[in-house]
Nanobody
């Protein structure tokens, strides 16, 4: 059974940094487009960042551009989200995801494009 397991969430002060990890088993992330999503209470799940499998194209939601960085470590079959200058509005449950619908010229931030999901990890930016 495919598993994506997130780690690294918790409480951080506004302005602080945090790195989320997502380790995959059964599937090899190299062959998938990958992404991070988040869902705040009372809101729909939204795409935060994505990375294509082949071209390493990346995309970010406007709200996190310049602050968040997506990456992957092929040797560890793990993906990451580095989050800097965190704001209270970044508070949410964060999910990693992988898509079989790979794109050579980009990647998608649409929830419907992703086949495999992690269980989520809570990130809270608060003083």
């Amino acid at each position: 059974q495919v598993q994506l397991v997130e780690s690294g969430g918790g409480l951080v002060q506004p302005g602080g940094s945090m790195r989320l990890s997502c380790a995959a088993s059964v599937i090899t992330l190299d062959y998938y487009d990958i992404a991070w999503f988040r869902q705040a209470p009372g809101k729909e799940r939204e795409g935060v960042s994505c990375m294509s499998s082949v071209t390493i194209y990346t995309d970010y939601a406007d709200s996190v551009k310049g602050r968040f960085t997506i990456s992957r470590d092929r040797t560890k079959n793990t993906m990451y989200l580095q989050m800097n200058s965190l704001k209270a509005d970044d508070t949410a449950i964060y999910y990693c995801a992988a898509s079989t619908q790979t794109q050579r010229t980009g990647c998608s931030l649409a929830v419907s494009r992703y086949d495999y999901w992690g269980q989520g990890t809570q990130v809270t930016a608060s003083s």
